[in-house]
């Protein structure tokens, strides 16, 4: 988790011109909301994953694997949109990231329910981004 939170937050700069320019909509949260919405996610997940891994161990190998590909996903969002500067490939990658959400959460959902209900928050969070992300795209094509 630690290490996905780094990947993705050394690319993100609120600051730059080209982050400033862009049109946003007017329900965008202010950028100090990001961090502190992503602080409590980011350990909802690692609860998630530890408990999900200290149960079933015969799922172990799939259901890590399911949470290394979706914290890929995350952190590759924020090179796509800040590293890149390209809200359209983030775009591709944030809907990506909601699929691999409902698909953690379904999965878990049936060996791990606690773990699978400590991820809505997140699955929640993620679907507002896209659809942020989806207004920014449009009104900067």
């Known amino acids: 988790m630690a290490a996905a939170a780094a990947a993705g937050s050394r690319s993100v ?17 202010p950028a100090w909301t990001f961090g502190a919405v992503w602080t409590p996610l980011y350990a909802s997940l690692a609860f998630a994953c530890g408990h999900a891994l200290g149960g079933d161990k015969a799922q172990g190998r799939a259901i890590a694997a399911r949470f290394g590909v979706n914290l890929a996903l995350n952190a590759g969002w924020t090179w796509l ?17 909601d699929m691999s959400n409902v698909e ?8 791990d329910p606690v773990a699978a ?25």
Request: with cysteine; proline share 10%.
């Open 13 to 29: 700069d609120p600051d730059s011109a080209w982050y400033r320019a862009l049109r946003k909509p007017p329900w965008q949260p």
């Open 81 to 97: 949109f800040f590293g890149r500067h390209s809200p359209r490939a983030a775009l591709a990658g944030t809907v990506l990231l």
């Open 104 to 111: 953690l959460i379904r999965r878990l959902a049936r060996t």
């Open 117 to 141: 209900r400590a991820l809505v928050p997140y699955a929640l969070w993620c679907a507002f981004a896209t659809a942020l992300n989806t207004s920014i795209t449009r009104r900067n094509p």
